[in-house]
């Protein structure tokens, strides 16, 4: 009884197998700055033992027996939660809802990592447990603030780590660790059991070594929670898929500016890797990079102080990383008017970026900057963090997803990361886009779908028609077969499609097609625009399966060509080209 899932070496582990290399790993690897709490082996052995009696017992769990570390601002009941500032402590009665989803899912918590102090920095050096040394150079920053948690994966030893993001704390250290980092759309994934940074512009964020399983931990924490009042359900218009041949914005020249030249020169060769399906078409970005300053220079950063300000101002100076306590302090200083102005900027910059991106189905950005050493940013505390939120921190301001994945290496061998960057709930699209640069197969969908839909002629990849699935976010499914009470018919219709009719079973044959995954609200524009003689209905298919499709009246077929005997539309096509007399 194993649970699904293969180690590095190929061979799949039972829960128990994989708790117990994952101490092995911790004590090889020799890096105790990564975690702030490490649960007991025994226990862990526990929880283990339980996700195999309900394998046992038949529960269907996509996460089973995998491992999963939790930043140290993310409630786990039993443990400390202390984001990076132990005199902050508190013991959670309960698990937060993120997580929880994930231990419902069959995941194994192995225990809490460190993190800049209070999810203030992007370099993983903010911290009195220590700085979180890079996994591949141990002299170089990780990235913050979910540092511990990108390199428990990185190492080798979590399967997946749950970090947070507000400035581009989920992805930053994804890039500098050579990891996939996905950041949802605000409050698809609850921040119930958080310790804020900035309540409205935080985002519990995943990491992992491979886009899918990022993708999968990601489906199973979407949704509403009734305990975090900023949570929201998937809108019913939530494309499912990107497009065959999409379109990226890329910065224009002058705004890479920010980029340390090895940085820049990766960054052109991921671009020339794209597959020649990516289409890029270059903008000026200056607006949204200009809207990123608002989150520290402006007044939002009110919402720092908001969050654990009171603490600090009465925290005695020892117990407090220098740089944070002066960043929350400071925030103080804000002023309603100016909060009120700086929501007015927000709401223009988000109406320029959906201008700016119009026609796109998505931005590709360098996920930061460089990649400096750990003395180097001692030296240099708050200028090195601050460009390296450059291309980061604008993202939650304007309410967009992301996905940040590998790139082109520097030509000295270290990791360098791309983000995709896609409007409010497009986190499907992003995902799908992140999946064609680093050439994976199509990821697991984040989102259910409302309905299943059959097509059989125009709509059929390649075909005239297929454009309007592309339009509505439609995902491919597979090939299918109706069963045999089916017939098909050539209809004289501009472009030339099918008729499929239901005779009875038995009275026709089965009719290929292709299946696909669609949005409530593509399904309703989709039936809304369907001219006649066609129509939507529930279709047959040949294992059982009910599923809505394409039907036409039955007097549509009143004088067409009865074309069942060639199995397809594709069959009957085929047919027309190497036979043209029958035209």
């Not at 993708?215 to 998937?234: H, K, Q, T």
């Not at 009110?302 to 929350?328: C, K, S």
């Amino acid at each position: 009884m194993g649970s699904g899932f293969e180690a590095p070496d190929g061979r799949s582990h039972t829960p128990a197998e994989r708790v117990r290399a994952a101490y092995a790993r911790i004590a090889e690897a020799d890096r105790p700055e990564v975690w702030t709490a490490l649960r007991p082996e025994a226990d862990a052995l526990a929880d283990s033992a339980e996700v195999e009696a309900r394998l046992e017992r038949g529960e269907t769990l996509p996460l089973a027996g995998l491992l999963v570390a939790v930043k140290d601002n993310i409630d786990v009941a039993g443990l400390p939660t202390t984001a990076a500032c132990p005199a902050y402590a508190y013991r959670p009665e309960t698990t937060a809802a993120s997580v929880e989803r994930l231990v419902r899912a069959g995941a194994v918590v192995l225990g809490k990592t460190n993190m800049d102090q209070f999810a203030t920095g992007l370099v993983g050096t903010r911290s009195p447990y220590g700085p979180v040394r890079n996994a591949l150079r141990p002299e170089l920053v990780s990235g913050g603030s979910s540092s511990g948690s990108a390199v428990a994966v990185a190492l080798g030893i979590a399967d997946l780590a749950l970090g947070t993001d507000t400035a581009g704390s989920g992805r930053v250290p994804a890039a500098l660790n050579g990891l996939v980092g996905i950041k949802p759309t605000l409050g698809l994934v609850p921040n119930h059991g958080v310790v804020h940074a900035c309540a409205d512009y935080d985002s519990v964020t995943v990491f992992a070594a491979g886009l899918d399983l990022a993708a999968l931990a990601m489906a199973v924490m979407i949704g509403p929670e009734a305990r975090d009042p900023r949570s929201r359900a998937v809108p019913a218009e939530a494309k499912l898929a990107a497009p065959s041949r999409p379109t990226l914005a890329v910065p224009a020249p002058a705004n890479l500016a920010a980029l340390s030249p090895a940085y820049r020169e990766a960054f052109a060769r991921t671009l020339a890797a794209l597959p020649d399906t990516v289409e890029l078409r270059e903008v000026d970005v200056a607006p949204l990079l200009d809207a990123a300053l608002l989150l520290y220079d402006g007044a939002i950063v009110a919402e720092r102080h908001a969050a654990v300000g009171a603490f600090v101002e009465a925290a005695p100076a020892e117990d407090l990383d220098p740089t944070v306590a002066a960043i929350i302090r400071a925030a103080a200083n804000t002023t309603g008017p100016g909060f009120a102005r700086d929501l007015g900027a927000l709401a223009a910059a988000r109406a320029e970026a959906a201008r700016l991106l119009a026609g796109a189905d998505g931005l590709l950005l360098p996920t930061t900057t460089e990649h400096p050493a750990i003395a180097a940013v001692h030296a240099d505390p708050v200028a090195i963090n601050r460009r390296m939120g450059t291309y980061t921190n604008f993202c939650n301001l304007l309410d967009m997803a992301a996905v940040a994945v590998p790139g082109q290496p520097t030509s000295d061998g270290l990791p360098f990361g791309v983000m995709v960057v896609a409007g409010a709930f497009a986190d499907q699209v992003a995902l799908d886009v992140a999946a064609t640069i680093v050439g994976a197969g199509a990821p697991p969908l984040l989102f259910p779908p409302a309905a299943e839909l059959a097509v059989f002629g125009a709509h059929l990849r390649g075909q005239p028609l297929h454009w309007q699935l592309e339009a509505i976010g439609a995902r491919f499914a597979g090939e299918i077969a109706t069963s045999d009470a089916y017939r098909l018919a050539a209809l004289d219709t501009a472009p030339p499609k099918p008729g499929v009719v239901r005779r009875g079973q038995g009275l026709g044959s089965p009719i290929s097609g292709e299946l696909y995954q669609v949005s409530a609200a593509g399904l309703g524009s989709f039936l809304a625009a369907l001219p006649a003689p066609m129509a939507l209905t529930s279709v047959e298919l040949a294992d059982g399966r009910q599923v809505v499709g394409f039907a036409c009246a039955h007097d549509a077929l009143d004088g067409a060509e009865d074309i069942t005997g060639f199995g397809g539309w594709r069959a009957y096509l085929e047919h027309l080209r190497q036979a043209p007399s029958a035209v």
